[in-house]
């Protein structure tokens, strides 16, 4: 084999991982996209939430639907822009989340706030 056939064949080789790897990342965006808030809660917020962690425990019942408001209108941003992301390590939580996942995320925790009518501890 010349060195112009094993340059090729390299830069095929890189070509198909470099696409294998966009079309792994897009899938799992779209699965995230399809996600309602109870899954996005258990996927991105009950991992740093829980009894023993630093952050505390919290589930939507943890907090009455005003303060769930609250903290999604005034907190959220300022208390996660440096929080890792527990899916993507290279993100930060704020980056991850689209509006229409805080959305989602926000309609599960006031849905099942403490004073609600079914209120939450999201398993």
């Excluded at 309602?36 to 907090?63: D, I, Q, R, V, W």
Aim: charged fraction near 30%; aromatic fraction near 8%.
């Amino acid at each position: 084999m010349n060195i112009q056939r094993i340059i090729a064949v390299a830069l095929l080789a890189t070509i198909l991982v470099l696409t294998a790897a966009v079309a792994s990342a897009d899938d799992d965006a779209k699965k995230i996209a399809k996600m309602n808030g109870k899954e996005l809660y258990k996927n991105f917020c009950k991992g740093c939430h829980t009894e023993e962690s630093e952050a505390g425990e919290y589930t939507p019942m943890s907090l009455i639907s005003e303060q769930w408001e609250e903290f999604f209108d005034e907190t959220f941003v300022e208390t996660h822009q440096e929080v890792v992301c527990p899916k993507d390590e290279t993100k930060k939580v704020t980056d991850v989340f689209d509006k229409e996942m805080l959305k989602k995320l926000r309609k599960f925790c006031v849905d099942h706030a403490a004073d609600s009518e079914q209120p939450m501890t999201c398993g």
